[in-house]
Nanobody, 125 residues
């Protein structure tokens, strides 16, 4: 079993940047497909980005493509989400998740086995 903890959320002005970190313990995170999801108040949880075990294959939702970058540092057992050009509509609680299933661009939240507690990102206009 792997435990996930997110860091790096906060308040930022529109156009600014944040980097979220997802630190794993208990197991090697490179053994899992890893994704970032977000949930805004009153909305369903949505997939933002995902990365394969090797880090070679990445997925981004259309809403963040070109602005967000997912990466993994296996030596630190950590996955990152670099968020640039932030918009007020990016405001949400961001969650890191790990799946035993091999990477698939159509993976949904229910296919992930482990979740972090979430970190709040607020973008002011």
């Amino acid at each position: 079993q792997v435990q996930l903890v997110e860091f790096g959320g906060g308040l930022v002005q529109a156009g600014g940047s944040l980097r979220l970190s997802c630190a794993a313990s208990g197991r090697t995170l490179s053994s899992y497909t890893t994704g970032w999801f977000r949930q805004a108040p009153g909305k369903e949880r949505e997939s933002v980005a995902a990365v394969s075990r090797s880090g070679a294959i990445k997925y981004y939702s259309d809403s963040v493509k070109g602005r967000f970058t997912i990466s993994r540092d296996n030596a630190k057992n950590t996955v990152y989400l670099q968020m640039n050009s932030l918009k007020p509509e990016d405001t949400a609680v961001y969650y890191c998740a790990a799946a035993q299933k091999a990477f698939d661009t159509s993976m949904r939240s229910h296919e992930y086995d482990y979740w972090g507690q979430g970190t709040q990102v607020t973008v002011s206009s």
